[in-house]
């Protein structure tokens, strides 16, 4: 590989975080000049896991501005830099309301300067900003000076228990960030080893008591790092209590935070997670796919909303395949997939992914094997890597039975044998894919040349042996991704 290391372009592309490049596609998109070029070039370096020269040379041989590369590199450069500055500009308001209350003091405007102080601080309360709520504080303690209504120690009492809920959050926060950085590379515990991973937890009294929380949010990630912690473990029972009070939570304060959507939308999302990891309640089910769909419509940020309704087609389609209903399932995917394609710009975040796996899932479950097996391909071994390889694995499995369903069963094997190494190399074989694996190419493979008994024969040897591998709790959350044994009653019914 012609790989050269420090590529400046590439090394920035590659530093954004996700809605970092979808604002500078939706900046570049406001510029008319070359536009295409550029989204064009930041693509193709944006896919590139390590830039490598002469694949880079290769994939704009057939544009008009290959002579001159480097300008262009240079300008787009300069580009994200300045999409990144107006991406900050926008996040600017804080300290702007702090420079305009020094203004008001300078110019001997107490009263206005007191008044816009204790507004500014109401409205941090309501979202617990503590740390804005902090400098705000100090902002009235130096207007005392000047107005000698002003009780000094309570406001100082005031910043102090501001400083603890700060602290405490904090608190609360890093053990979430030490669960997400264990699950990055996968988002289950898989094996023993992972298993002993968490016994450190157990023994936090942050998480062992939820009176420990001292504000809303600290006690939001209470619910989330317990939701997460079991879901992981496949504890379903917990998991699903854990869902159920963060979302009930978040829906009975909805004023109590500045990012109300995108945790309302983890919330329920961790709710309708835990009803199919573990016992599929129909009402229930439906009763929350109707509240996503209510609430979808009045979130105000654009892209939040696109993510919502992502996740809403995910979930609906999820719904109508538990429930048989199929007609409807294939009515309602066609929809999603000119949601995918108005909203590529999105295609890097996990909502999307997660929607095109299922778009493939409901072809796959519906019979329709040739478009599976197209978005099942479009689940990308390098974006998986930024919320493990799990989803990647399983859309490569499904992928496999697509081929032999097919009867295109000449390179199942041989696909098979490239996945095992490839999923061996990231450290992320499993047992379950593995055995899944296995199946496929050695039970699988002459599915069509079997009779009618010898198939349901397969199908109840599958499902016997499905149990065995699904009875490590920390196992069972895989049917989160697919449900083998659901599937192989479809089949069973199916069967002419």
């Not at 854990?242 to 979302?247: D, T």
């Not at 399932?329 to 095109?356: M, Q, S, T």
Request: net charge positive.
């Amino acid at each position: 590989m012609n790989k050269i290391k420090g590529d400046n372009l590439h090394t920035l592309i590659h530093s954004l975080s996700p809605t970092e490049k979808r604002f500078f596609k939706r900046f570049v998109k406001g510029r008319k000049e070359e536009e295409n070029d550029y989204l064009f070039l930041f693509d193709v370096l944006n896919d590139m896991r390590e830039f490598d020269k002469k694949l880079f040379l290769e994939s704009i041989s057939e544009r008009k501005f290959q002579k001159q590369v480097e300008v262009k590199k240079h300008y787009l450069f300069q580009l994200i830099l300045d999409s990144q500055r107006q991406y900050r500009d926008t996040k600017l308001w804080l300290h702007n309301a702090l420079v305009e209350i020094d203004i008001l003091i300078e110019k001997g405007l107490y009263a206005t300067a007191n008044k816009r102080i204790q507004n500014l601080i109401n409205q941090a309360r309501i979202n617990e900003d503590f740390l804005f709520e902090i400098q705000l504080l100090q902002k009235k303690v130096l207007l005392a000076r000047y107005q000698p209504q002003i009780d000094t120690n309570s406001v100082l009492h005031e910043q102090q228990l501001c400083y603890a809920k700060s602290q405490n959050l904090l608190k609360y926060k890093q053990l979430l960030n030490e669960l997400s950085a264990i699950l990055s590379q996968n988002s289950f515990v898989r094996n023993s080893k992972q298993l002993r991973r968490f016994d450190r937890f157990k023994k936090n009294s942050l998480i062992n008591n939820p009176a420990e929380a001292k504000s809303l949010n600290a006690q939001l990630c209470y619910h989330h790092f317990n939701f997460l912690y079991h879901a992981s473990l496949g504890e379903n029972v917990s998991c699903y209590k854990s869902a159920v009070k963060m979302h009930r939570l978040i829906s009975t304060h909805p004023e109590a935070t500045r990012s109300f959507a995108q945790i309302y939308l983890r919330a329920v999302s961790a709710r309708l997670s835990a009803l199919i990891i573990g016992r599929y309640k129909k009402n229930e089910f439906q009763s929350l796919v109707s509240e996503l769909k209510e609430n979808t419509t009045r979130i105000n940020e654009p892209e939040i909303r696109k993510v919502a309704q992502g996740i809403l087609y995910e979930y609906q389609l999820i719904a109508l395949l538990r429930e048989n209903n199929y007609e409807k399932a294939l009515k309602l995917v066609y929809e999603a997939i000119d949601f995918v394609k108005n909203n590529e710009i999105l295609a890097d975040g996990n909502a999307l992914k997660y929607l095109c796996f299922d778009i493939a899932k409901t072809f796959f479950i519906t019979g329709n094997y040739s478009d599976a097996n197209k978005w099942l391909l479009k689940v990308n071994f390098i974006e998986s890597k930024s919320n493990g390889t799990d989803i990647y694995a399983f859309s490569r499995i499904l992928s496999l039975f697509c081929d032999i369903f097919l009867n295109n069963t000449e390179n199942v094997e041989y696909n098979a044998n490239y996945l095992r190494k490839q999923l061996r190399n990231e450290g992320a074989l499993f047992e379950y894919e593995a055995f899944l694996i296995s199946r496929i190419v050695n039970n699988f493979i002459h599915w069509n040349d079997l009779r009618k008994n010898d198939k349901v024969a397969l199908l109840e040897r599958f499902r016997e042996e499905l149990k065995d591998q699904l009875a490590s709790k920390w196992k069972a959350n895989m049917v989160l991704y697919f449900d083998f044994e659901w599937w192989i009653g479809l089949q069973l019914g199916r069967l002419p």
